[in-house]
């Protein structure tokens, strides 16, 4: 059986092609901020959004997308202002997102097997007008997470330092939940609701297996995405009871499986060739510090004048259009 013959399928590919390569893209910069479980956060909101499609006889999908970003910038708010940390306000969408769900469809009259579609995926009934407006919602997801990388990964990485080197973190970190919100409802189709945020996490912690850098991880972890979703549609074309979506997320843990102890080996031989990370001044340097051999005037203080920014167990200063702290008889950039 050719996978070309039938439109369907076609549609089927081109869905999980797209939704493959945008959900790592976006998982990439939840991995950073350790907020892994957002996108899981989301998917159980956009349940409500579905429900309140099949309630108003709109389109799920684009209920969901705008139920999707608005408690994702609820998120952001409860973060960012209120006295709940992250956690509290993900386990506050999952209960609200299923539960209005549950209750919206049931207003509906619809039964638990039209839910099902978009909780665990059934890209197979897939329409037309849901293929194109899948491409579009991640081609933008893409154009943003991959054109702004710099700006948003400098954020995910050391929000302090993103704010004095003068980037709007606020908004780049609404802009993160934003495209997590849309590709968790351009998933939807694909893997489902429910196991969208697999898709999101686990080719970018494959792909940390191999790679150090930022930009080869984000490519790396977009190519193992999209290979898992075609791969999870083709298994399921020929394998009768394989639903796709549980599919996509073994084949993407299998391939995880698979690298993991291939990655302990290359981190083992790494360490091998290179014990100690010795700099020019003999003494170890840490992963995220560079030694900045540069003359000083007077020693950093709270009293000396330049901006003082609070780093873990020490104080760094700006200094010169960069920061760094006293360590020793040197400064260490951070």
């Avoid at 081109?14 to 939840?30: C, Q």
């Avoid at 940390?85 to 009259?109: E, H, K, R």
């Avoid at 293929?131 to 990964?153: E, Y």
């Avoid at 014990?275 to 020693?299: I, Q």
Wanted: overall charge negative; hydrophobic content about 50%.
């Amino acid at each position: 059986m050719s996978l070309f013959a039938y439109d369907f399928m076609i549609r089927a590919l081109l869905g999980a092609l797209f939704t493959g390569l945008a959900a790592p893209a976006v998982g990439t910069y939840l991995v950073q901020r350790r907020l892994a479980l957002m996108g899981d956060g989301i998917g159980h909101l956009a349940v409500t959004g579905v429900a309140l499609g099949l309630l108003t006889g709109t389109s799920p999908l684009l209920t969901a997308v705008v139920v999707a970003v608005l408690g994702a910038v609820l998120i952001e708010v409860i973060r960012e202002r209120g006295r709940t940390s992250g956690d509290v306000a993900l386990a506050l969408l999952f209960y609200g997102g299923i539960a209005g769900g549950l209750l919206l469809t049931g207003l509906a009259n619809e039964s638990a097997a039209v839910l099902n579609r978009f909780l665990f995926g059934s890209i197979g009934t897939i329409s037309e007008g849901e293929v194109w407006m899948t491409i579009a919602l991640a081609v933008v997801v893409l154009v943003v997470g991959v054109g702004l990388a710099p700006q948003l990964f400098g954020v995910a990485q050391d929000q302090e330092f993103a704010q004095v080197a003068g980037l709007n973190v606020r908004f780049y970190n609404v802009l993160v939940a934003v495209m997590a919100a849309v590709t968790v409802t351009v998933a939807m189709r694909t893997v489902g609701l429910l196991l969208v945020s697999a898709l999101m996490v686990i080719p970018v912690a494959t792909a940390q297996q191999f790679t150090r850098g930022f930009r080869v991880t984000l490519v790396l972890a977009m190519i193992l995405g999209a290979a898992s979703a075609l791969g999870g549609v083709t298994i399921s074309a020929f394998v009768t009871f394989a639903q796709t979506g549980p599919t996509i997320v073994l084949l993407a843990l299998a391939g995880f499986a698979a690298a993991y102890p291939v990655g302990m080996l290359l981190r083992r031989r790494e360490r091998l060739r290179a014990p100690f990370e010795v700099g020019d001044y003999g003494y170890a340097l840490g992963a995220d510090h560079t030694a900045v051999p540069e003359e000083h005037g007077h020693e950093h203080s709270p009293t000396c004048g330049h901006h003082a920014v609070p780093h873990g167990d020490h104080v760094d200063y700006v200094h010169d259009g960069h920061r760094h702290a006293p360590h020793g008889s040197h400064y260490d950039e951070h």
